[in-house]
């Protein structure tokens, strides 16, 4: 009779629990440096476990400042976990990419990690599809020294330019109209 209860529990059970991972959120340890000093703060063994919310990426609605995480546009079987700089029309500054100014193209964003020497991101790999992403990173839920919740912040040397015109400070002092190229470079 037990055994007979125990299986009616989890036949009701595990497709409300699939249901709950794959629509509302999970737990997800952070492996990598790329996030430091944000996430994994200490070269030391404790990794930070945060909370994915995947609802409140249901309907793309993701701001400047966001940690996500994504499935990684190099990879498909690996995900990765990045802080969301630019929004589709932005125009980023990049750090080491092919050109020196990125317009991001519609339905993508501009992802970096927060320790910028050690991170794989849009600098490596250009715009990202806002399909990829899968969730949002909303705390920090491990360790309990660690606690807390994940601000949405930009640092301040990364803000994308939003204006409808862009001024680039090059050495040709170029004007240029955002509307009129998807990539700007410094020639």
Known sequence: ????????????????TITVFDCVGYIAKV????????????EQNDKDYVLLNRWSVR????????????????NPDQKIIKRVIGLE?????TL??????????????WVEGDHRSHSMDSNFFGPVAVGLITA??????????RWQRLES???????????KNVTLESESNVHLNTCESSTLSNN
Request: hydrophobic share 30%.
């Open 136 to 145: 949002k990173a909303t705390h920090i839920v491990w360790p309990p020294k």
């Open 31 to 42: 492996d990598g440096v790329s996030m430091q000093p944000c996430l994994n703060p200490s």
């Open 96 to 109: 080491s990419y092919k050109q020196k100014y990125v317009k991001v193209p519609q339905g993508h964003c």
């Open 59 to 74: 309907n793309f609605d993701i701001k400047r400042g966001n940690v996500v995480s994504l499935t990684s546009p190099r």
């Open 89 to 93: 029309g932005d125009t980023v500054k």
């Open 153 to 163: 912040k930009l640092p301040m040397d990364r803000t994308p330019n939003l204006s």
């Open 1 to 16: 009779m037990k055994v007979r209860n125990f299986l009616k529990g989890f036949v009701v059970g595990l497709p409300i």
